[in-house]
Every structure is written in C-alpha cells, then in structure tokens.
C-alpha cells in the first residue's frame, strides 16, 4: 500500500525556522505536494515537487529526495498565522492525479 | 474570481438516511475530486470525475455515489449513512492539463454529522 508519514507536532518561535518531514513507502511515485490547513478551513495549496530538489515560493521552501523516499517543507520568518496543519500529499504513477494525502503535521508557533 | 463553493457547510442526518453534497468548482477548472476527512487526519479520496465521468476511486463503498454536471459541477451521494461517515467532506477542483503542477483548489467543506 502507500503511506505518508509525518511527524504529528511541532512547535517553534515566531521568527524562526521549521522543517516538517515526510517519508513515503510506496510502489511508484510522481511527484509531492505541500498543503496547508486552518482549524476547519480548506487546505491551500503550497507547493509541488516533480523532480528532485528543492522548489522556493517565498517564506516556503520544499525539498525532495526520491532515492531516499523523502521531502521536507521548510518555513522560514515563521507567523503567528503559519500556525496551522501541514499535509504532504503524493502524486502516484498509475494513479491519475488523485492525492495520496500523508498523517499530517500541526505546527504551532508561539511568541 | 470565486474558488470552489461547497454546499451547506453542515448538516446533521440520522443513520440510515441519504445525504447529497453540492460542489462548484474554481471558475475554468474541470476537473473534481471527493475527499472525505476525519477528525485530525489527512483527507482520504473518495473518487474523481472528469467529462461527466468517474475516473478513479477510493477505497469506499458504492454507498458513495457521485455525478458531474455538464457546467463541470459535481454532487456526492452517501446512502445508507452510517455513524461512521460523519467527516468533514471536502471538494477539489483542477486543470486536467494544470494539476498536479498548479495545486488544486479545494473548498471549505462540509461537515456532516450522523446521528
């Protein structure tokens, strides 16, 4: 089967940098998405990766590693508005352009 | 430019009843998927349409129906409901030809509870 897996927590302080993880186990994989989630809101697109590396969109960054079945999502000059849920979510070969969303990490920033 | 509209944002049904959800995609996009979230989980796909036609599914039973419209709007059906299907049921648009590079564009919900 596939899976995502990401870490369940993390807190940080307002200004600084937090990397949240995603390891995937599966058989064929496309490419990875990053999406944020507001308490009861819609998730938002981020960002995508096709290919291995790292992709910057302002404040986000996000890195992929397909030999080690790894990304990471990286949030610089953190808000107090980035405090939110952060999914990975992969694109699988075969699969169409269905998402394969992973556990999901809650990020919390405090001042 | 509206996103994607999702209708009603809540509603309560008893167990046994059917339930049909209401989605309008972000205007241009023609393509829509399900996806149904529980409670501090990731969302799970439930299935996709495009051109009036479901291309893939989900893990779920044929308790979950759908349709597409031809102005590319989508409505999900769930006969049946089980206490088990309350979640929060999320609907998102794309570009065949944009996705997954552009992201899809998901609406706000709803949230069903049965009871």
């Known amino acids: 089967g596939q899976s995502l897996e990401q870490p369940s927590e993390v807190t940080a302080v307002e200004g600084a940098i937090v990397q949240i993880n995603c390891t995937y186990q599966?058989?064929?994989?496309?490419?990875l998405s990053w999406y944020q989630q507001h308490d009861g809101g819609a998730p938002t697109f981020l960002s995508y990766?096709?290919?291995?590396g790292l992709e910057e969109t302002g404040r986000f960054s996000s890195f992929l590693s397909r030999s080690d079945s790894y990304g990471y999502l990286l949030l610089q000059e953190l808000q107090m508005k980035d405090s939110a849920s952060y999914f990975c979510?992969?694109?699988?070969?075969?699969?169409?352009?269905?998402?394969?969303f992973g556990t999901g990490t809650q990020l919390k920033v405090e001042l | 430019d509206a996103g994607v509209t999702q209708s009603p944002t809540h509603l309560i049904k008893t167990r046994g009843q059917q339930v049909t959800l209401r989605c309008s995609p972000k205007?241009?996009?023609?393509?829509v998927s399900w996806y149904q979230q529980a409670l501090g989980q990731g969302p799970q796909f439930i299935f996709q349409?495009?051109?009036?036609?479901?291309?893939q599914r989900g893990n779920f039973p044929d308790r979950f129906s759908g349709h597409q419209f031809p102005n590319y709007s989508s409505e999900l059906n769930v006969n049946a409901l089980l206490l088990g299907d309350s979640a929060l049921y999320l609907c998102?648009?794309?570009?065949?030809?944009?996705?997954?590079?552009?992201?899809?564009?998901f609406g706000s919900g709803t949230r069903l509870t049965v009871v």
């Open positions: 205007s241009g996009h023609d393509t």
């Open positions: 349409y495009y051109e009036e036609e479901e291309r």
């Open positions: 599966t058989s064929g994989f496309y490419g």
């Open positions: 998102a648009s794309s570009l065949e030809k944009g996705a997954p590079n552009y992201g899809y564009t």
């Open positions: 979510a992969g694109i699988l070969t075969g699969g169409g352009n269905k998402l394969t």
């Open positions: 990766n096709a290919l291995d």
